[in-house]
């Protein structure tokens, strides 16, 4: 389905030619992908990334043109991370995204449809941000859901920002000692680790959970870590 969003974008360029493209992953598909589109201005591929959250912070918004989706997780982050989502009506993308209000459904192989939401999105400033926070409620809840969890369990941060993570610490004195268990992963940033470690000194428990090699963790292992931590507190 990429080449749809890189015909939609070749349209989208014309009237707006400060818009940018970033083309993230690889496949079967890159060579052919660049050879056609490779020299239209402002379209970057930017291959295999192991920083995902970085990449949808910097980004207004994320197209998933797949034809076939199954889930869609990186629909799930990139709602998480407070950026409205775009993805064909297939798949799972239905089950997460409610068009209009938490993201955006476009009808599957139609360039011309991408670059008419595209275009409405950023012309409508306000409504992108309402749209953006009923995203951040949709993914808290289905995440939580997903791990037994109740939606305020959940909270999303940017563990590169020190501020960040000091009204995490006000969040956690505010339950505690009803709620004193925190769990975390081994690859989170210096500063969510720093504050973790400062956090077992108050006498919070801490646990780290273990990641595959693509920096992502299992439902299962965060299931395992609430249950442990409804054991311990």
Same mark, same amino acid.
């Given at each position: 389905g990429q080449k749809y969003l890189l015909q939609a974008f070749k349209k989208l360029h014309?009237?707006?030619?400060?818009?940018?493209?970033?083309?993230?992953?690889?496949?079967?598909?890159?060579?052919k992908l660049k050879e056609t589109y490779g020299k239209l201005p402002n379209?970057?591929?930017?291959?295999? @990334?192991n920083d995902i959250p970085a990449v949808?912070?910097? +980004?207004?918004?994320?197209?998933?043109?797949s034809l076939k989706e199954a889930f869609g997780? *990186? #629909?799930?982050e990139a709602m998480a991370s407070g950026v409205v989502a775009i993805a064909s009506n297939s798949g799972g993308a239905p089950d997460i995204i409610e068009d209009g209000k938490t993201g955006y459904l476009i009808p599957p192989g139609n360039s011309d449809a991408i670059a008419e939401v595209i275009q409405n999105?950023? @012309?409508?400033? +306000? /409504?992108?941000?309402? *749209?953006?926070?009923?995203?951040?409620?949709r993914a808290r809840i289905t995440i939580a859901k997903s791990i037994?969890?109740?939606?305020?369990? =959940?909270?999303?941060t940017s563990g590169g920002t020190e501020s960040n993570n000091l009204v995490l610490k006000g969040l956690f004195f505010t339950n505690y000692p009803q709620k004193n268990h925190i769990v975390t992963t081994k690859i989170e940033h210096d500063c969510v680790l720093n504050s973790a470690k400062w956090l077992?000194? /108050?006498g919070?428990? #801490?646990?780290?959970?273990?990641?595959?090699?693509?920096?992502? =963790?299992? +439902?299962?292992d965060v299931k395992i870590g609430r249950a442990s931590c409804r054991e311990r507190v």
């Open positions: 014309k009237e707006s030619p400060n818009i940018h493209l970033a083309l993230v992953g690889t496949g079967p598909a890159e060579a379209v970057h591929f930017l291959g295999w @990334r949808l912070k910097a +980004s207004d918004l994320l197209v998933l043109p997780l *990186v #629909i799930l999105v950023l @012309r409508n400033p +306000s /409504q992108k941000m309402d *749209v953006e926070k009923a995203a951040l409620e037994n969890a109740k939606p305020h369990e =959940i909270i999303f077992k000194k /108050q919070f428990k #801490i646990e780290k959970l273990p990641v595959d090699k693509y920096g992502m =963790i299992k +439902s299962g």
